[in-house]
């Protein structure tokens, strides 16, 4: 199983990235996928979950500027940030809600204030 996550970078507060996060080795589909950041001398936390089905739901202060969405058929799952805090600065991964796949590399999201 693999889990790449792409489209961090530096971004002035107020500006926009999107993150996608390839994954293989699995039977995508059929999974409930999640991202989750870590940000400097913190725990990781989820920010925002997607099943399935295409249900989602978001950590709370994320709600109204992040988004996720899945493409099953090229296996990837994305998180349209808008709006970007500073403290939305952290190293960003996608897994399972559950966390139960192998941790991939993360993608850097650096905020400037």
């Known amino acids: 199983v693999q889990l790449q996550a792409s489209g961090g970078g530096l971004v002035q507060a107020g500006g926009s990235l999107r993150l996608s996060c390839a994954v293989s080795?699995?039977?995508?589909?059929?999974?409930?996928m999640a991202w989750f950041r870590q940000a400097p001398g913190k725990q990781t936390e989820l920010v925002a979950r997607?099943?399935?089905?295409?249900?989602?739901n978001y950590l709370d202060s994320v709600k109204g500027r992040f988004t996720i969405s899945r493409d099953n058929a090229k296996m990837t799952v994305y998180l349209q940030m808008n709006s970007l805090k500073p403290e939305d600065t952290a190293v960003y991964y996608c897994n399972t809600p559950l966390r139960t796949l192998h941790w991939g590399q993360g993608t850097l999201v650096t905020v400037s204030s």
């Open positions: 080795g699995i039977v995508f589909s059929i999974y409930d």
């Open positions: 997607i099943t399935r089905a295409g249900t989602t």
